[in-house]
Nanobody
Framework: QMQLVESGGASVQAGGSLRLSCAFSGRRFTSYALGWFRQAPGKDREFVAA????????YYADSVKARFTISMDNAKNTSYLQMNNLKPEDTARYYC?????????????????????WGQGTQVTVSS
């Protein structure tokens, strides 16, 4: 079982940037990747980005491609989500989780039920 702790959320204006951190510990077992998800009030938790534990492969939701960058620093046991050109629709609570499938779906469809060991989340609010 892994333990994850997110940090770095804040309130920013549209066009601004933030870097979220996900500190992790514990055993990965057969997990393939760490993922970032977000959840706005009244909405389902949605996939944002994922990165293989090796740091070699990255995956993004279409809505954040070219704006967000996920990275992995295994020496620091931390994953980062760099978010640039933030938009009001990026407002949500952001969570990191550990994949339970052991692979990234080839069709690119990622469900939050495919991930677990969620942290408590960190709030990102983007004002226009």
């Amino acid at each position: 079982q892994m333990q994850l702790v997110e940090s770095g959320g804040a309130s920013v204006q549209a066009g601004g940037s933030l870097r979220l951190s996900c500190a992790f510990s514990g055993r990965r077992f057969t997990s393939y990747a760490l993922g970032w998800f977000r959840q706005a009030p009244g909405k389902d938790r949605e996939f944002v980005a994922a990165i293989s534990w090796s740091g070699i492969s990255t995956y993004y939701a279409d809505s954040v491609k070219a704006r967000f960058t996920i990275s992995m620093d295994n020496a620091k046991n931390t994953s980062y989500l760099q978010m640039n050109n933030l938009k009001p629709e990026d407002t949500a609570r952001y969570y990191c989780g550990v994949d339970r499938l052991g692979y990234f779906p080839s069709n690119g469809i990622v469900s939050s039920s495919d991930y677990g060991s969620w942290g408590q989340g960190t709030q990102v609010t983007v004002s226009s």
